[in-house]
């Protein structure tokens, strides 16, 4: 007896295996044109050479031990990094809005996962042969073919893991210089921990788990009936059509042309199983709209490829709503996506302002609180603060530090009273301000530091506000 013959909940059902046969059409080709855009872009762009004046000429390198990030001619600085807060939130804003118009075309279309399966699914395909001959290579005992095949298509996995993995690590160092350290052992332990990380995720994720990802791992999958309302695009079979008054049926001698079918009643299906044969999820999208379905679109191309061969008319699988499908008027702009759609447009505009009117200098003040003050021999009071200055420029900049409104107080930056900024560079300066006693009160007083460009007055004086904190502050 087994765990449903008993009546109890099953919590785990053995994965069934999916063997998806390949499809030619419209949105296979579209999908073939994004994953090798995708791959090229993701693959080459480690490699690309940039000129920028200053840094390293990689067009695109996280520069984590500089704390700078170069995307093409920007230099993102550590403290730009809310800026990534931004993208994240652009990103997520234009998922919803997406998602609420086009239903799932992110998981069918622009995925990694996706992306990668696909690509697994290729090489597979290219080993073992197409659905039939990969069903028959399973179920056959093992011989010398069969391991050979096995072994061929895990290696080739492994290969564009690890290839994947290793382009990955080549994004955080200088490419050419990092791929040599890589392979004669010279290259940092992150390097290899991420590279090795990232090809066994990729191998598990592409090669063995697949669908499994979307279907059980995937948040996505789960949350996106929030979005989905009976406008929203979705991959569907048209019931109406494919079943007639009696259902789907084969081609028959009796049941061969559409006026014969339509005679007895029967739909435009032929129940050929040729969509559920494509599906890389393994779903039949004759039983509806089901949270397994990444909206791939393959189904519409296998359907398709049968009505054409058919001489039928072509949607019987398509891009549609539930509203269309129940002969109701679709609507694409509804006040839901049109506030999404507000939301990301000022998202969007108030990231490129941001990152478009980036100060070529910055200052920002940390105060110093062990200890918050100290008194002086001569009776004086001390505070310490960091300075943090960034030239964000491509050129050096000579710059002095001064202060303004804090009465009596004197400013100590040791040796010097200007610093020279190379190109950009961020500098930490330690600045000591002390008060005479006459000048003294009990409680804090704000001040502020001035960072004044020496050579280039166009870039304007740097002000950042600080506290001077006197004995009795502390209470
Ligand atoms: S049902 Fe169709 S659209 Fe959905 S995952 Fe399967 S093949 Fe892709
Ligand atoms: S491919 Fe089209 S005709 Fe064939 S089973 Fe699927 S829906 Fe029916």
């Known amino acids: ?71 093409f001619d920007l230099v993102v600085h550590a403290q730009d990094l809310f800026w990534l807060a931004g993208l994240l939130m652009v990103g997520a804003l234009l998922l919803f809005f997406v998602t609420t118009i086009a239903g799932r075309v992110f998981c069918g279309y622009f995925c990694f996962q996706t992306l990668w399966t696909d690509v697994y699914l290729l090489i597979e395909r290219l080993v073992q042969g197409d659905r039939v001959a990969r069903m028959r290579l399973d179920r056959a005992p093992w011989s010398a073919g069969k391991i050979l095949r096995k072994t061929a298509t895990h290696l080739l996995w492994l290969l564009v893991a690890f290839w994947t993995g290793l382009t990955f690590v080549l994004y955080w160092g200088n490419a050419p210089d990092l791929v040599a350290a890589f392979f004669t052992g010279k290259a940092p332990f992150p390097a290899y921990a ?54 789907r049926h084969k081609i028959t001698r009796e049941l061969k042309t559409r006026e014969q079918r339509r005679a007895a009643g029967v739909g435009d299906c032929i129940d050929c199983g040729y969509c559920v044969q ?45 509203n269309e499908l129940a002969g109701k008027k679709s609507r694409v702009f509804k006040p839901r996506t049109l506030g999404y759609g507000l939301v ?39 505070n310490s603060y960091e300075l943090h200055l960034a030239n964000k420029t491509n050129e050096p900049l000579q710059v002095a530090i001064m202060m303004h409104g804090l009465a009596g107080g004197e400013l ?17 300066v330690l600045a000591r301000v002390r008060v005479k006693p006459h000048h003294r009160h009990k409680g804090s007083r704000a001040f502020l530091f001035d960072a004044i460009p020496q050579e280039k007055p166009e870039i304007g004086m740097v002000s950042a506000p600080a506290t001077f904190y006197l004995p009795g502050a502390e209470h």
């Open 412 to 428: 100590d930056l040791g040796k010097f009273d200007s610093v020279r900024l190379p190109p950009q560079r961020s500098l930490k």
């Open 1 to 71: 007896m087994n765990a449903s013959d008993s009546g109890a909940e099953v919590l785990y059902q053995a994965r069934i295996p999916i063997y998806p046969r390949s499809v030619k059409g419209r949105f296979r080709a579209l999908k073939w044109g994004i994953l090798t855009l995708a791959y090229g872009v993701y693959f080459l762009l480690p490699w690309l050479r940039w000129e920028r004046g200053v840094g390293p000429d990689q067009a695109i390198l996280f520069d984590l031990p500089g704390r700078r990030f170069y995307l």
């Open 194 to 247: 991420t590279a090795l990380f990232l090809t066994a995720t990729t191998y598990v994720m592409a090669g063995l788990a697949r669908e499994q990802v979307c279907t059980y791992m995937c948040p996505y999958a789960r949350f996106q009936s929030v979005m989905f309302d009976a406008d929203t695009r979705i991959v569907a079979y048209d019931e109406k059509r494919g079943e007639g008054g009696r259902g």
């Open 278 to 322: 494509v599906c890389p999820t393994g779903i039949d999208i004759r039983n509806g709209l089901q949270v397994q379905c990444i909206t791939c679109a393959l189904c519409i191309d296998a359907c398709d490829t049968i009505m054409d061969s058919l001489g039928w008319e072509r949607g019987l699988i398509r891009y549609t709503s539930q």
């Open 344 to 382: 990301l447009l000022a998202a969007i505009a108030a990231l490129a302002w941001s990152v478009g009117h980036q100060a070529p200098l910055e200052l920002a003040v940390i105060q110093v609180r062990q200890p918050l003050f100290v008194r002086l021999s001569d009776g004086r009071i001390q």
